[in-house]
């Protein structure tokens, strides 16, 4: 059984930093897809950004593009999100997620087969 436990939210400054990160338990994911999503009041979960199996591939939504950067360590069997210069736009609750089918990036919800609970991102203007 997958558990997966983000850590690293909080509030912050508009154009402050965090760094959010996700442990893994239950079985390793070095051959896994890792992922970011996040939900804002009243919206859908959206995908944030994701990390193909050994870190050589990336992909991020454009709006958190030269912002945020994504990476792993699989020796520890976590993922991490460091989150530079926010924006109000960015308070959600932030989301780690695995996908036992994929090891190549993926954008989509369903392709994600586990999820963490999820850490709240408040962003003050």
């Known amino acids: 059984q997958v558990q997966l436990v983000e850590s690293g939210g909080g509030l912050v400054q508009v154009g402050g930093s965090l760094r959010l990160s996700c442990a893994a338990s239950g079985r390793t994911l070095s051959s896994n897809l890792m992922g970011w999503f996040r939900q804002a009041p009243g919206k859908e979960r959206e995908f944030v950004a994701a990390i193909s199996w050994n870190g050589g591939r990336t992909a991020y939504t454009d709006s958190v593009k030269g912002r945020f950067t994504i990476s792993r360590d699989n020796a520890k069997n976590t993922v991490y999100l460091q989150m530079n210069s926010l924006k109000p736009g960015d308070t959600a609750v932030y989301f780690c997620?695995?996908?036992?089918?994929?090891?190549?990036?993926?954008?989509?919800?369903?392709?994600?087969?586990?999820w963490g609970q999820g850490t709240q991102v408040t962003v003050s203007s």
């Open positions: 997620a695995a996908s036992l089918y994929f090891s190549s990036v993926r954008r989509t919800a369903p392709e994600y087969t586990h």
